[in-house]
């Protein structure tokens, strides 16, 4: 009996000589352009002496029965068992394919439409994605060029070596926001794949901010926390350049500010203002510590949250003594109110 045995991957095809049985996969029997496929070679009960051929394709061996085939620019491949007389023992053909088309990922995630990621990756590659049994390094895949929507607004084309553009470009529309943070990202991207392809290729993000900001000098901005919906969540903390803070903010689960009271700080570190979000008691300060205003808080009238000014407030100089009081409604400064010094 005289057996020979071929495999690829998932496929195991196994083809007789003489009298023998032959079952195959032949929809399966496909070989990728521009890749070391990897073929698991070998005979059954075959004591004579072969080679392994290849038409349309190159075999090089790898280790024990496992060879790696590569194709070339034919439509199929043909590997063959050869005797010592030359004569063809069984052979296959296989079609020859470009690569399937690859995913664009955000570091580990991969663009989809639903995946989230942080603006704080900036490493932007392709490969195949876990589902796909393809070991092609991404590595292999070169990104020609990109151009980048977020959240509908078009950002433009950028070079490769321009990603951190992109990506500061996005950093200031998120600090730029005073929206829910989440927000759609879409980059299409030209590359060319280790087959010769050249090939357009898109992901798209649902993209959260960066959890830490800096300034140029590399002083901490901010350091903000959010919930699995994109939502600002625990303590968020704003700092000066000079790495002072400037107001820490406290949000719950639905994003809304938890904070019974709010301080803001001047970068010397003195306070700037307490604002009361119970009893709505606003103070604020000269930065020599002397109080500056005194007054009370309303929520707005224009169907807002914004607080703004209700109410008698008092106003006073930098050494302390009062300047003035002005009545507000709302905001606006009543027609009865005097003129103070100290308020433009």
């Not at 790696?68 to 050869?82: D, L, N, P, W, Y």
């Not at 079609?95 to 088309?101: A, G, K």
């Not at 490969?127 to 393809?134: G, S």
């Not at 992109?166 to 280790?194: C, H, M, Y």
């Amino acid at each position: 009996m005289k057996n020979l045995t071929l495999t690829i991957a998932v496929l195991v095809c196994s083809f007789g000589y003489g009298q023998d049985f032959i079952a195959s996969m032949p929809e399966y029997n496909l070989i990728y352009r521009g890749y070391n496929n990897k073929v698991i070679l070998g005979a059954l009960d075959y004591k004579g002496n072969f080679k392994i051929e290849g038409d349309g394709c190159s075999i090089s061996k790898i280790e024990g029965n496992t060879y790696s085939v590569r194709a070339s620019s034919e439509r199929t491949a043909t590997i063959k068992f050869v005797n010592d007389k030359r004569q063809v023992l069984d052979s296959v053909v296989f079609r020859v394919s470009n690569l399937p088309t690859p995913s664009l990922f955000l570091c580990s995630t991969e663009g989809n439409g639903h995946n989230k990621s942080s603006v704080s990756c900036r490493k932007l590659f392709v490969k195949y994605p876990a589902n796909v049994a393809l070991s092609v390094n991404s590595d292999s895949w070169r990104i020609i060029n990109l151009s980048a929507m977020y959240n509908n607004e078009d950002l433009g084309s950028f070079e490769v070596d321009q990603l951190s553009k992109l990506f500061d470009t996005i950093n200031k529309r998120i600090r730029d926001s005073d929206e829910v943070v989440e927000a759609q990202l879409k980059i299409r991207t030209k590359i060319s794949g280790p087959d010769g392809i050249v090939r357009m290729v898109s992901g798209q993000w649902v993209l959260l901010p960066p959890t830490t900001t800096y300034y140029e000098n590399g002083q901490v901005e901010s350091e903000i926390s959010y919930d699995e919906s994109g939502y600002l969540n625990g303590s968020c903390k704003y700092y000066y350049e000079n790495g002072q803070l400037l107001k820490e903010l406290h949000y719950d689960r639905n994003g809304s500010i938890a904070n019974e009271k709010i301080v803001i700080y001047y970068a010397g570190g003195t306070i700037m203002s307490e604002e009361d979000l119970k009893t709505m008691e606003y103070l604020s300060y000269h930065e020599n510590g002397e109080i500056e205003s005194q007054g009370r808080l309303a929520v707005s009238t224009d169907g807002g949250l914004d607080l703004t000014q209700h109410g008698k407030w008092k106003y006073f100089n930098s050494k302390g003594k009062l300047d003035c009081t002005i009545e507000y409604d709302w905001g606006l400064v009543n027609e009865k109110s005097g003129k103070c010094s100290t308020v433009q």
